[in-house]
């Protein structure tokens, strides 16, 4: 059993993290602490930011926080209080790793996208990118 777990969060594709929370809670102590993340990717970017009115990353981050709790009320048999409930703007697999760190993980739980040895040769994926670099265990759970 693992005391704390992070469990990244995708809300860009319904039901793609469900699998992941689900075995999270498995493997998830009595009293242990689950970590919900999701990261917003380079929006911040002046590239990116300047083509945006102000105040729009805040509104988007606003309702991505909304989504994911709305995520956890649907999802988890439990109080939204029991867990913590992130929302971080960066590179996903560097603020993954940087939030478990943070948070004191024991555990990374995160759903894998099915990739063609294309995509996975040049660019890689996140979640390859977490496993090659995490200090702590990470469990895949493929879609």
Do not use: W
């Not at 793609?16 to 970590?35: F, I, T, W």
């Amino acid at each position: 059993m693992y005391k704390t777990i992070l469990v990244p969060v995708d809300l860009s594709e319904e039901g793609y993290s469900d699998k992941a929370v689900m075995h999270a809670l498995e493997v998830l102590a009595p009293g242990g602490k689950l970590v919900l993340l999701t990261v917003v990717a380079g929006y911040q970017m002046p590239l990116v930011g300047s083509y945006f009115p102000p105040g729009t990353f805040d509104k988007a981050i606003k309702s991505i926080r909304h989504q994911l709790e709305e995520f956890v009320d649907e999802k988890l048999p439990f109080d939204r209080k029991d867990c913590v409930i992130q929302v971080e703007e960066g590179k996903p697999a560097d603020r993954i790793l940087s939030e478990a760190k943070q948070q004191g993980a024991d555990l990374i739980v995160m759903a894998g996208h099915k990739h063609s040895a294309v995509e996975r040769t040049v660019l890689g994926s996140v979640a390859n990118k977490v496993v090659s670099r995490a200090q702590i265990p990470v469990l895949v759970i493929k879609g």
